[in-house]
């Protein structure tokens, strides 16, 4: 069975009240008539637009929370890595010389590709 996005759910209480909208806008069409249809219409395209504009801001600060979460993962590894790899780099270069120093450089560089490819 496809997975049904809580978006488009017709359990989601927002769901019930575009019905409601809808369902007083077609009511409000048949009591005033056809005259009205037009302003009816706008008002009901109002009305949906405002709550696209909810869900669209509900789905953006998500995403900006996970970015920033991501942000923050992405810190609590670098900054590790970073101040072990100034004290491997200098110990490498002292021990192995330029050879040492670029090794060092390079599992730097192996671990860094290792958490982004992961974390994606």
Known sequence: ?????????KDHPEAHRVQEDLAA?????RELG????????AALAQR?????????????ERTRKRARSDS??????AT???GFGIVLSIVGAIVAG?????AVL??????????????R
């Open 1 to 9: 069975m496809p997975k049904v996005s809580k978006f488009r759910s």
């Open 25 to 29: 806008a077609v009511a409000a069409r």
């Open 34 to 41: 056809e005259q009205y249809e037009d302003h009816v219409a």
């Open 48 to 60: 949906i637009e405002t709550f696209i504009d909810e869900r669209v801001e509900v789905a953006m």
């Open 72 to 77: 923050e993962a992405f810190l609590k590894v």
């Open 80 to 82: 590790p890595v970073l």
């Open 98 to 102: 330029s050879n040492g120093f670029l």
């Open 106 to 119: 390079g599992m730097i560089f192996l671990i860094n590709v290792i958490w982004l490819w992961r974390s």
